[in-house]
């Protein structure tokens, strides 16, 4: 069992489909939709089964089956206000962003919503919307360190007064940004996300970040990755939390989830998921020791452009709440999940997926396996 274990209970967030085509790189139905209406009922079915935070997508423009895109940070604040528990991390680039500008728009957002606003710095891996827009498309490691400098502008503008910073991307002189998100002692201020594989993201995450989300992995791969976060985040004297992407297909029957799944990938858009390919391949392989995000995706795994079918959250409830409790004992914190109908699906995973996992987890504090808090409504 890995050091990292939270003792509290496993958290759930679901990836907004604030962009069309779904989660999915396949012509199989799927009964989402990329509207604010579907959305904002989305949100509130959300909060309703369990979950306790979502994700807004960022697409600047068109590209693998996202033929539309719905803007993050806007679309996110639209679902804040339409909700009463969730939290709502908005994704966003840096390079197409000051950080300090973002700081005072979440800043906004967070008092709006009393206090749930959050967000993922995105470091990129599209280069086409760089381009398109007229931006410099930096190095790997160089998006990295910009990363890890806007996520520094965004904690000073947070928590100091006349913030003063000084890089090589941002700075700061004496900016005051007034007034500051809402802060308590479990939350100095709205959290900051970020994902990637490599070297240099680990490293970061470790210094900068609350939260770190993985592509989708086994359990080999996540306790690896728990492990190295972990210990660049210690060396630091800081703890950062680890999120999973993972594609849940629950039915009542294993077969019937298989039988999902092998659908899936049969009908899946061929041509997108070879286009999605060639763009992130760059962003898997540019690294120096090859540990980027997609380095080694099968066709399979980018159908979930995220490889969320690789966390295996696929079964009967059963198996998956086993399955999720294996993961949260090798140390995740959050599950980040997509679904094929996602109205249906959510409200299917809250009522009989969630109550085992709950379940499950009393269980193994009972035996003093690790301790559970009561589960937040």
Sequence with gaps: ????????????????????????????????????????????????NGFEYALSQVRYMASYGAAFQQESTSFSLALLLATQRLKVIAAVHPGLWHPAVLAKLLSTADHLSGGRAAVNVVSGWFKGEFTALGEPWLEHDERYRRAEEFIRVLRASWTEDKARFQGDFYRLHGYDLQPKPLSG????????????NSTAARAMAGRVSDWYFSNGKDFDGVTEQIEEVGAAARAHGRRVRFGLNGFLIARDTEAEARETLREIVAKADVEAVHGFRDAVRQAGRSTQDGRGMWADSTFEDLVQYNDGFRTRLIGT??????????????????????????????????????????????ELAAKGAFPVEPARA
């Design 317 to 362: 409830p059963e198996q998956i709440a086993h399955r999720a409790i294996e993961y949260k004992k090798r140390g995740v914190d959050l599950l980040l999940l997509g679904f094929l109908h996602y109205h249906e699906e959510v409200e299917y995973f809250g009522r009989h997926v969630l109550p085992i996992i709950r379940e499950l987890e009393g």
């Design 185 to 196: 002692p479990d939350r100095p201020h709205p959290e900051i996300f970020q994902g990637g």
């Design 1 to 48: 069992m890995s050091a990292n274990v939270s003792p509290e209970p496993l958290r759930f967030a679901y990836w907004v489909p604030n962009v069309s085509g779904g989660l999915v790189t396949s012509t199989i139905e799927q009964r989402t939709d990329w509207s604010y209406d579907y959305n904002r009922k989305l949100a509130v079915l959300a909060e309703n």
